[in-house]
C-alpha cells in the first residue's frame, strides 16, 4: 500500500471530526435539547434562534452533509487508489464543497458575532475545521499544479515527459 498522502489523510481526519460535531448538533436539534456549552449560554442561544434550521432542517444537518461528503471523497482517494483523473475530479469537488462550506460558515460566524451576540464554541469547532480544510483544499491543489499530473507518489506512474 503507498504511503498516505499527508494533506489528503490530514482532510479524512477533519472531516470526520467535523462530522462528528455536526451529527452532535443534529442529533441534540433533533431532541429539542440545547448542546454542552463550556462558555456561557451561547449554545442555547445560537441553537434557539431562527438561524437553527433552514426549511425545517436543522442547520448542523446541513454541516453534516457536507462533512460526510467530503469523508467520501477523500477516503476514495486513500483507500480506492482511483485513476488520475478521477482523483482530479474528487480534488476539485471537495475543493468546491468546502469553498460553499466556508461562505456558509462565514455567513453564520457574522449571524453569532452580529446579530445574535452569541458565540457557541461548537460553531466556532466547525467554522475552524472548514478553515484548515480549505487551507489543505488550496495546498493540495498548489501542489499538485507544481509536480504535474505524472508525480503523485506511490502512483507507479513516470515522468516521460509531455503528454501528446
Known sequence: MPLLPPLTA??????LLG??????????????????????????????STYASLWGVPTAAFGLLMYLSLTVLYGVRIFASPPLQVEQAFRIAATAVILAGTGVSAWLTYVELYVLYAVCIWCVASAAIVT??????VADLLQRRNRGPSSTPGSGACDTGPLR
Request: with cysteine.
Open 10 to 15: 490530514a482532510s479524512l481526519a477533519l472531516s
Open 19 to 48: 462530522a462528528g460535531i455536526s451529527g452532535y448538533l443534529t442529533v441534540e436539534h433533533g431532541q429539542g435539547a440545547g448542546p454542552i456549552c463550556v462558555f456561557g449560554q451561547g449554545c442555547e442561544v445560537v441553537s434557539q
Open 132 to 137: 484548515l480544510l480549505l487551507a489543505a483544499a
